[in-house]
């Protein structure tokens, strides 16, 4: 019996794949779609647009997947491509929006929250965020983007990423305050 890494496996179905082997394609889509398209639903609420966006994310990601040069993880790669494609179709339907207006809180039933995890809980609120706001803390707090590369990417000022973070997350400290307020008096 013979026993084969699975990075040499993704390593081969990758030089497939930038051959237009399509069945190769079709693995690493397989492999990888569920992980991207929670990706892409991160920043683009609708699961219909966020199926659409990860769809033309794999489409570039195939069409360039000769300039993937292995250094770094293949799925690291995907998915920048899929952050962007996100990025593009939400300044495409002028849903990023940089107002400073502060939503109100939504209400949120105790029974929602005790019945989900905390990162679910968490996850919820953060979907809750004006685009703008919800774009730069997903940018910075989970994917790890500086603001820097936050301003090259949106094409907004440093300062503007900043100012967005701190109120995303002044908005997010608000509402788990309002929810723990509202528990404690049941």
Known sequence: MKIISIYYNERLLIRKAARRDRNAQYKLYEKYAPKMLAVCRSYVKDLQFAEDVMQKGFLKAFTRIGSFLGQG?????VRRIMIHE????LKK?????????????????????????DVDFLLKLIDQLPNGFRLVFMLHAIEGYTHKEISRV???????????????RKILQEKVELIRKKNEAL
């Open 73 to 77: 993880s293949f799925e690291a790669w």
């Open 93 to 117: 339907k002028h849903w990023l929006l940089y107002d400073s207006n502060v939503m109100e809180h939504e209400d949120l039933s105790s029974s929602n929250i005790a019945s989900k995890s």
């Open 86 to 89: 996100s990025i593009n179709f």
């Open 154 to 168: 949106l094409n907004i000022p440093e300062n503007t990423s900043r100012s967005k973070l701190s109120k995303a």
